[in-house]
């Protein structure tokens, strides 16, 4: 079974960090694209990043360029992404999920699994 299990949500204030990681299993994590997905209450979900196979590309929303890092270790089957200055506007369950998948569940209004909570407090 393809699957990805997210970690590292908590609460923080503004203005503080958080570092999510996602353990995929079930398929050859090398060989995908992936993703960050986050969706907050009452909201739509909304693509964060992505990262190429080998980690050489890295993609961002506006909303949090300049602020998160994606990353991946490859030997560890392990997508990672760092989130530094956040806003109360970052607050949202994060999931991350092969990129091509993610497309197609924000098109259709699916879901991602587990995820991990984020809270961003003022």
């Known amino acids: 079974e393809v699957q990805c299990v997210e970690s590292g949500g908590g609460m923080v204030q503004s203005g503080g960090s958080l570092r999510l990681s996602c353990v995929a299993s079930?398929?050859?994590?090398?060989?995908?694209?992936m993703s960050w997905v986050r969706q907050a209450p009452g909201k739509g979900p909304e693509w964060v990043s992505a990262?190429?196979?080998?980690?050489?590309?890295?993609y961002y929303a506006d909303s949090v360029k300049g602020r998160f890092t994606i990353s991946r270790d490859n030997a560890k089957n392990t997508l990672y992404l760092q989130m530094n200055n956040l806003k109360p506007e970052d607050t949202a369950l994060y999931s991350c999920?092969?990129?091509?998948?993610?497309?197609?569940?924000?098109?259709?209004?699916?879901?991602w699994g587990q995820g991990t909570q984020v809270t961003v407090s003022s």
């Open positions: 079930g398929f050859t994590f090398r060989d995908y694209d």
């Open positions: 999920a092969r990129t091509q998948e993610a497309l197609v569940t924000l098109e259709s209004g699916g879901s």
């Open positions: 990262i190429s196979l080998d980690g050489t590309s890295l």
